[in-house]
């Protein structure tokens, strides 16, 4: 299993590299429609209120993301909805 924290920590440590994110996909259905939802986590390094956001996709490539949060499920709530109808 690889160790994703890890891993990203390692990449942040490269030359040019400011950061880096563990990306999580999820593939979901809304109104008989794939939608794609990413999922970004900085880490448990970072300020504990940016950690994560998240970014959703629809089936047209409009995409929509909100505020940065401090856990996954606010992070997916703000995502402005909304401007995807």
């Not at 448990?44 to 505020?67: M, Q, W």
Request: proline share 5%.
């Amino acid at each position: 299993m690889i160790d994703l924290y890890a891993t990203r920590k390692h990449l942040e440590e490269k030359d040019d590299v400011e950061e880096a994110y563990v990306r999580y996909q999820f593939e979901i259905w809304r109104k008989g429609e794939k939608y794609e939802v990413s999922l970004y986590d900085q880490g448990p390094e970072c300020d504990p209120i940016l950690r994560y956001h998240a970014v959703v996709k629809s089936p047209t490539g409009k995409c929509v993301t909100g505020n940065s949060a401090a856990n996954p499920l606010e992070a997916i709530d703000i995502a402005h909805w909304s401007e995807l109808e």
